[in-house]
Structures are given as structure tokens and as C-alpha cells.
């Protein structure tokens, strides 16, 4: 390990709402997030889907390996890559709407499965504003969207990352999931 | 992130107030924690009589429990689009004002193909454009630089390079339009390529290459995929592309922008870009020299060599050297893994082509051939060197059509005179990589925990484990893993059929990995142990034993222990004495030694030996365990029992049958109550029973115990030597227990 290695406590910062020593990492999970992404999908000729658990797991091994980051350990990663993995697709919903659409947007919800890429973007950009809403009531509820569903990260690994019991987080899920559900029909 | 500059979250949702929401909140998570059968009780109790509240409460609970498609499944999985490139909307109609795109041809790692008119000149061209993703981290200048190096090329059996250019970001690289096919398309369908078309074609790219190199131009990609069949020609395309995009990504900004910590990654900035971020563009996994794979900027023209090899080797194998893996397990065995000779795979290559490729794969650059004008001398000489000077002759003809080298190819087979049978695990080298620090450390804990065994074993699991999600190439690991796993019946509640799939992935993955280990085997042998496949086991020990290393002694241990249980125990003493040779000071080792000559009745050996293990590691399971019955068997059942309480586990069946066989039978069957009052019913407490049974003397009960354990599939046939052990002295001839030996595949009697 290098001696200048920045040391976050990620979790401690996940935890706390703080995220400026966090942002400093960011950068990196996110480059390595959008890479992997973009080969995998590649590789199967730009359609199917990825499994979200292998992507960052790849993306932690390589960081791990490579980046000489020192990682805590893998919760302290997971935690950081969920977040990146939230910016990384808000930031291509946000290009994407960008650069399509002028106006006519087809309401999209969460019901609904086959959604082309426009509707994708459009959904996921709904989708971060009602999870920022739902951070100004429910922070951790918030996070464990993060967690759950941006990470990939099961309830245990959930658990772990945010200090609660399994229980809890299967809890906040099932809520957050009908909160925002909420939120993006209205 | 959201700025939310015109939106300001309100925080409600939708028509529920986020002050209501709040309110009920609590209400909402009494019900979803309540058991399923209270629910409707609990929710009357939260609404206190208020109909309306009620209804309201159990809305939101059904809402919660209800699926929402869009959020049951990951991000990255349901919003998978959004990852994907949108390539064609970001290409013109009419790329550098002369090539107008008409349709796309075909889609690598690292370009798109579109079919255009060039209409300068009025031809059909092939336009590639670089992957956008791609194209914006690379340094555009230093890239179109690369490709003008590459542009000069002329060569018949290169593809030439006529155009490139920067359309507003559009990186492009114009070529004459190939019909194709290519040696992958050839290879995917039609007749499978003869001997003496595989070698025409093996020329041809050794010409191009021979050339390419002597101008500078190294192709870093050399592939079936980039030799295409023109006019019975091979010709190699894409020369200088990879190397292009790899130069120019080294210099690339975007990971440097700003922050200071973004340095993080400068120090492997290169081999990270060129060998991942990538990927599949500069050099295919798949064909990718050692050192190209490990980043190596020394990289040079042999890498080329080196993907000429696994080409050559694809031709005539119909697969790369490496394949069915997974890429980061291409990538290590590319490193570390000597490939299965071609001639072992097929009768038809030529023995020279085959000594050919071999160096080729030579996994140091400097003991492949230097350069390809040797390795064109080399097939040259394929042909020269043969008895039949017709085909020389027929050789030197002018070569129109694939037909003409089809023939030569026919004769070619002749020349197959010895063949390399060496078995592939004896060829396979040891993989030599840098494992990541923090997993060897892991590693080693666990293997200190799979020493211990006892309560350390469960650790050890999870060392190996994490061992190899930090690392998952390392063999070792795996092979830990493994080995610990599959002795974690003995020691914890965990039965084998719960082990027994995870033992065999681990293992099979290690092997996988390294073929020359042994703990994978060791603990394949346990496995079939659990199932009464003795024959099976005996040959995965014996194989352990072969492979071990000099310090490895879990082969001789289980090895012996296998014999023990077969009743052999002069072959068992020979295994562990072998074993104390190996490690002098091991506890687990003078532990079995010391068992043994207890079976044997040499009691001062025992003794001594049980002594020797207390000694070296008074911690020691084993060593406890086995000190206490030999205590026992020298009438010293205080010095048992004073062993006995230092095993960490109470319930432990030897221990156990030690306090009852030396009369302390309350503590005995109230810790055996204990046991057994747990639910669902620990594993090996049938077994525990028989022990305790057979300690207080009624072996009726001991019989059943015994019955019951063998029908749960619980291990008492391996815990102990059923043959030899003195435990079962009371009941050995009876018609019950040899009908258990039999239900268990083991002889009547010890040899």
C-alpha cells in the first residue's frame, strides 16, 4: 500500500450524509462502472442484461487490485459503488433525454417493463428526484434504495453497510419501494 | 446528481403528505413485523377502533408488499439501456464530407462497421468508427498520428489503411470494402479447413506481419476475426488500430482530470486502460500474449508472434489454446499455463507446424522466434523438408485459388511422424502471478485455522472465502477453501450433503486453475468418503499424495485416515510417519501417529506420541481428542477427563463417551440432552448418542443411535475406524453392526 492512499471511511460518511472525501473517490468507481458496463453489454452485441452483482464485483476486484485505494474492506467498497452506480445512470438518463427529446414524453412508471431506452431515461430521472424527496423524509430509507437497488446488494450486505439488522432493511425496502412508487404515479 | 434547482422536493408522495406518512409510519412497520398470523390483530390494535385508519394502514401495507417491476430487479438490469451506447445517433449521414454511411456491417470491441460511399472516387468503402465511449477518452491527435503510421502499409496480404479522421468527435478509419469471409466466418461454417489450407493461410499472415514489423507496425490484435479470405489470399486488416488506440490512451485525460486522488490510478494507468477498460478491442483475451495481458510496456512485435500462435492453434485445434474459461481465467492461463499440445489434439498437423506453434506460446517473448520472417522460413521449411518433391514442386505453383494449396494439404498429413503424449495436468506450468496482498494474508490465516481444525475451521472458511472474492484466480485459495470446507462436517453443524456441491465447485475451480494441486484433491476424497465411495476416494488421496508439496502433509493424514477406516492400520502408520517427516512438529500429525499405535496396542508409543502433540500445541483438537482416549485406554481417566475440558466444543462425541466410559455419566447424558433438545436436531447427534451410549454401557440404545446416524447420513463411519476402533469393541461381531458396515460399503472385518 502506498502511504498517501486516501483512507475514507466510506461508511462512516454514507452513514453520516457526508460525501465530500467520498466524492474524491468517486471519479474512479464511476469510470471503472461505466467502462465494465458499456464492455459487458458490448460483448452481448448491445442487447440482454447485466447482472448487476458481477459488475461491480468485477469493479471491485479491479479497483482492489489496481487502484491501491485502501478499501476497508468489501462493504466499505459496495456502498461507495452503489452510489456511482446511481450517477452513472442518472448521468446517461440526463445525456440521453438531452439529446433526444424536445417534448410529447410518454408518462412512464414503475409498473411498467418494457420500456425502450428513451422511456429508461426518462424513468430513471423521475426515479432520482423521488428518491431525493424520499431522502428529505427517510434518509436511510433512502440509502438503502441505494443499497438495494442501484448496488445490487442483498439485504445482509445492506445490513452491513448501513449498521441496522436484516430485518430492518427488509423493512425500509418494502416501505421505500411503495414510497416511491408513490411519489413517481402522482 | 439532482441540483433540484427548479423542482424543490416537497417530500410527499404523491397524494400521502409526507406529515401523514410520518405519522403512520410506525403503525406501517408494527404490522409488517408482526407474525403472519397476528397481523389482522395487530393492525386492529394500531388503528384503535378508527375504521378509517385501519384501512388506511392496511393500504399502505399491501402497497408495501406488492411487486413494483421497475424495482425488484438491480438498476443495471432493468435500466440496462441506458448503459448501452447510443452509437448511430451521434454518426452523420455524411462522415468528413466524402463518405456517406449506408449501413452497418459489423460490430467489434472497439469499432462499428458501416458499408459507404466514398464519393471521391466513387467506390464502395468500409468506414470504422471508433466506439464513442471509447473514442472520448483517447488522445485524438496522438491516435490519427498512429493510424497515419499504420496508413503507409502496402502490402498484398494487408489490408491498407486509405483514410482516417475526427468528425466533431467521430474518430474514423476508412479501408477498401471486404467481402469477407473472414478466417472466423470460414472456421463457423463450411468444411473444416484442411491441413494445407490452414498453413496457406498461416503464410499469408506471417508475410504480412514480416512486413508490418519491418516497417515499425506492430498489429497487437491478431485474430480470425481480422484475417479475411480475399480472392483465395489471406489478408490481415486492422493493422495499427489496436496499438492506435492503446498509445493514445495512455495519454488519456479523463482520469486525471482535477483531483488530486484520481493519481490513484495513475501508476497502473496503462496496463489498466490497455488491458481492461479496453478489453476486448486491443488484443482479444482470447489471443493476448503474457505479457500483453499483464500490461507490460515492453510489449513489442513477439506479442504479435505470440496471437499468431494461438491463431495457428485455432486453425487446426478448432479452438484457441485456451478456451471455455472464463476471460479473467483466459487471461491467467495465457500467463501461466502451458496449452495442450496440438498434436495431442489432432493427427492431422504437420509435426513441424506444431513444434511451431508450441514456441509461439512460449510464454517468455525471447523463446518464441524473434521475428516472423522466421516463422515464414519455418513453414516454408513445413514443406521443403517433406519426402514428396512433387508437392514441392506443386507448391511453387502460383496460387489462384483455395483449391490449389487444398491438395498440398492432403500430402501434408503424411508428415505427422511422433506425437507428444505428455497428459496435460504434468505439461501445465505453475501459474506465476502477483496475488493481491491482502488475500495471500487471508490465506495464510486460513491455513493456520485449517491446522487447528476445531472451532477454527468455520474461520478458515471464511478466510479461504474472502481469500478468493479478493482474488479470484488464486488457485490456492480455492483449493483451501475446498479442503476446509469439506472437513467442516467433522467440526460443525453442517452436514455433508450441505457441503458436499461448494466442495466440489471450489475444488473443481482451483483445479481449473492449477492442475498440479493438491488440497482440491484431499478434499474431493473426503466428498467421496461422505458417500461411501471408497474406491473413488483412494484415488483422489492417492493422486493428493503424488501432487503434494514437500510440506503439504493433509494428503498423508487423510490418507492414512482413509486406511484406518478401511482397518489397514500398518499402511495408515506408514502414511503419517511419512507425514511426521514432512512437518516434525505437527500436533494434528503425532495426534493420528499416536491414535494408531493405540489400534496397534503399542501403548508407550501412544503415550509418548499423544505427549509429543499436547506438547507442540496444546490447543490442538485433534491432538485433545485423541490424547484423552489413549489417557483413557492407560487407566488415566483423570489426565482424559482434564483433556477433555479443554475441548471448545462440550458437545464433542468423544469427549462425551470419554466422561461416561471414566463413570462421570450425569455430565455425559446432560450435555447429550442438551444436544439433542435443540431444533431442528444438530447434525452428528445421532452419532453423539452412540458415543455416549457406548460409554455408559447399553448398547442396544448405542445400536439404534448408530442406525438412526447412518440413515441421516451422518459421518460415525469416518469419525472413528468402525474396524479397529476400540469403542466399538462391545458390538463389532454383532449381526447389526455389520449390517451398518455394510450400508457404509465396508468390509466385515479389518484385513
Known amino acids: 500500500m502506498e502511504e498517501d492512499t486516501p483512507d475514507v471511511d466510506v461508511l462512516r460518511e454514507l452513514r453520516s450524509g457526508r460525501r465530500d472525501s467520498l466524492d474524491r473517490l468517486m471519479p474512479v468507481v464511476y469510470e471503472q462502472l461505466r467502462v465494465i458496463a458499456s464492455r459487458q453489454l458490448t460483448l452481448r452485441k448491445g442487447g440482454g442484461t447485466l447482472s448487476t452483482t458481477g459488475l461491480i464485483h468485477e469493479a471491485y476486484l479491479k479497483l482492489v487490485d489496481q487502484s491501491r485505494v485502501a478499501w476497508r474492506d468489501r462493504s466499505h467498497f459496495f456502498a461507495l459503488a452503489s452510489v456511482a452506480m446511481r450517477h452513472v445512470l442518472v448521468d446517461r438518463a440526463r445525456a440521453r433525454l438531452a439529446q433526444k427529446r424536445e417534448g410529447g414524453l410518454r408518462r412512464v412508471t414503475l ?29 436511510r430509507l433512502a440509502r438503502v434504495v441505494e443499497c438495494r437497488f442501484f448496488g445490487g446488494l442483498t439485504e445482509e450486505e445492506t445490513a452491513e453497510v448501513l449498521e441496522v439488522t436484516a430485518r430492518t432493511v427488509q423493512r425500509d425496502w418494502a416501505k421505500a419501494r411503495m414510497l416511491l412508487r408513490r411519489a413517481i404515479s402522482a | 446528481m439532482s441540483d433540484g434547482e427548479l423542482r424543490q422536493p416537497s417530500g410527499d408522495f404523491g397524494s400521502l403528505l409526507a406529515d401523514r406518512w410520518q405519522q403512520l409510519s410506525p403503525l406501517v412497520d408494527a404490522v409488517l413485523d408482526a407474525q403472519p398470523g397476528q397481523r389482522s390483530s395487530v393492525l386492529l390494535e394500531v388503528s384503535a377502533g378508527d375504521p378509517a385508519l385501519r384501512a388506511e394502514v392496511e393500504r399502505l401495507v399491501d402497497e408495501c408488499e406488492r411487486g413494483v417491476p421497475m424495482l425488484d430487479r438491480p438498476a443495471a438490469e432493468g435500466f440496462s439501456q441506458l448503459l448501452v451506447e447510443d452509437v448511430d ?26 458499408l459507404a460511399r466514398d464519393l471521391k472516387h466513387s467506390r464502395s468503402v468500409a468506414v470504422k468508427v471508433i ?19 499504420a496508413a503507409r502499409l502496402r502490402h498484398p496480404n494487408i489490408v491498407p489503411v486509405y483514410d482516417s479522421g475526427d468528425a466533431d468527435g467521430v474518430l474514423y478509419f476508412v479501408m477498401p470494402f471486404e467481402e469477407g469471409p473472414s478466417i472466423r466466418e470460414r472456421l463457423r461454417v463450411g468444411a473444416p479447413m484442411s491441413p494445407g489450407e490452414c498453413v496457406s493461410v498461416l503464410r499469408d499472415v506471417a508475410r504480412a506481419l514480416a512486413y508490418a514489423h519491418e516497417h515499425g507496425v506492430v498489429h497487437r490484435d491478431v485474430k ?57 478491442g486491443i488484443g482479444t483475451p482470447a489471443y493476448m500474449a503474457p505479457e500483453q495481458a499483464a500490461g507490460d510496456p515492453s510489449t513489442d512485435h513477439r506479442a504479435d508472434i505470440y496471437s499468431f500462435g494461438c491463431l495457428a492453434y485455432e486453425l487446426f485445434a478448432g479452438h484457441p489454446p485456451f478456451h471455455d474459461l472464463a476471460m479473467a481465467e483466459v487471461v491467467a492461463a495465457h500467463i501461466g499455463t502451458a496449452p495442450v499440445p496440438l498434436s495431442n489434439l489432432s493427427d492431422a498437423v504437420p509435426e513441424s507446424v506444431s513444434r511451431l506453434v508450441a514456441q509461439c506460446l512460449e510464454k517468455k517473448p525471447a523463446a518464441r522466434p524473434q521475428s516472423a520472417q522466421e516463422l515464414l522460413t519455418e513453414l516454408d521449411a513445413a514443406q521443403t523438408t517433406g519426402p514428396n518433391a512433387a508437392i514441392r514442386r506443386r507448391r511453387r505453383l502460383p496460387r489462384t485459388v483455395l483449391g490449389t494449396s487444398v491438395i498440398v494439404g492432403l500430402a501434408l498429413i503424411g508428415y505427422v511422424v511422433t506425437r507428444d503424449r505428455t497428459p496435460f495436468s504434468a505439461m501445465a506450468a505453475r501459474p506465476v502471478r502477483a496475488v493481491n496482498p491482502e488475500a495471500r494474508r487471508l490465506y495464510d490465516l486460513g491455513q493456520r485455522g485449517l491446522t487447528l481444525r476445531g472451532q477454527k475451521l468455520q474461520a478458515a472458511v471464511e478466510q479461504f472465502r474472502s ?35 461448494p466442495v466440489r465447485s471450489a475444488a473443481e475451480r482451483a483445479l481449473r486453475l492449477d492442475s498440479t494441486l493438491a488440497p482440491p484433491h484431499v478434499a474431493l476424497g473426503l466428498v467421496h468418503q461422505y458417500a461411501y465411495h471408497w474406491d473413488s476416494a483412494a484415488t483422489e488421496f492417492e493422486t493428493a499424495v503424488r501432487l503434494r508439496k514437500a510440506d503439504d502433509i493433509e494428503p498423508l493424514v487423510q490418507y492414512g485416515r482413509y486406511m484406518l477406516h478401511e482397518g489397514r492400520a500398518a499402511g495408515a502408520l506408514k502414511q503419517f510417519l511419512a507425514a511426521r517427516d514432512a512437518e516434525p512438529a505437527s500436533a494434528l500429525v503425532s495426534s493420528w501417529l499416536a491414535f494408531t499405535y493405540m489400534l496397534q496396542g503399542q501403548m508407550d508409543s501412544a503415550g509418548a506420541e499423544s505427549e509429543r502433540a499436547l506438547q507442540n500445541d496444546s490447543t490442538n483438537y485433534t491432538a485433545l481428542q485423541h490424547g484423552a482416549s489413549i489417557r483413557v485406554e492407560r487407566g488415566d481417566f483423570p489426565g482424559a477427563r ?56 447399553d448398547t442396544t440404545e448405542a445400536m439404534a443411535a448408530l442406525e438412526r446416524a447412518t440413515d441421516a447420513n451422518e459421518i460415525w463411519h469416518v469419525s472413528g475406524s468402525p474396524l479397529l476402533d476400540h469403542i466399538f469393541d462391545p458390538v463389532r461381531s454383532s449381526a447389526r453392526f455389520q449390517a451398518l458396515l455394510r450400508r457404509v460399503n465396508l468390509p466385515a472385518s479389518a484385513p
Open chain 1, 111 to 139: 409498473d411498467d417493463e418494457q420500456l425502450d431506452a428513451d422511456d429508461q431515461a426518462e424513468l430513471m430521472v423521475d426515479l432520482n428526484d423521488a428518491i431525493d424527496k424520499l431522502a428529505a423524509t427517510e434518509p
Open chain 2, 89 to 114: 445517433a451521434a454518426i452523420p449521414d455524411i462522415l468528413g464530407g466524402r463518405y456517406r454511411i449506408e449501413r452497418e456491417v459489423g460490430r467489434g470491441g472497439m469499432a462499428r462497421v458501416y
Open chain 2, 131 to 149: 466506439r464513442p465511449d471509447l473514442a472520448r477518452s483517447l488522445g485524438r491527435d496522438r491516435f490519427l498520428r498512429e493510424i497515419e503510421i
Open chain 2, 224 to 280: 480470425p476475426d481480422n484475417v479475411m479470405l480475399s480472392s483465395g489470399a489471406a489478408v490481415v486488416t486492422d493493422f495499427g488500430i489496436a496499438k492506435a488506440i492503446a498509445a493514445a490512451s495512455a495519454g488519456d485525460e479523463t482520469l486525471r482530470m482535477g483531483s488530486d486522488s484520481i493519481s490513484i490510478v495513475r501508476t497502473q494507468a496503462d496496463s489498466l486502460r490497455t488491458i481492461t477498460q479496453v478489453g476486448v
Open chain 2, 467 to 501: 481469500a478468493t472474492q479478493l482474488d479470484t484466480l488464486y488457485a490456492d485459495a480455492f483449493g483451501g477453501l475446498s479442503l476446509a470446507l469439506a472437513l467442516s462436517p467433522y467440526f460443525e453443524n453442517i452436514s455433508t450433503r450441505q457441503v458436499a456441491g
Open chain 2, 642 to 697: 482434564a483433556l477433555v475440558n479443554r475441548l471448545t466444543s462440550p458437545y464433542d462425541r468423544a469427549g462425551l463417551w470419554v466422561l461416561a466410559v471414566t463413570g462421570d455419566t450425569a455430565t455425559a447424558l446432560g450435555r447429550l440432552r442438551q444436544l439433542e433438545s435443540e431444533r431442528p436436531t444438530p447434525w452428528l447427534a445421532a452419532t453423539t448418542r452412540a458415543y455416549v451410549m457406548m460409554g455408559v454401557g
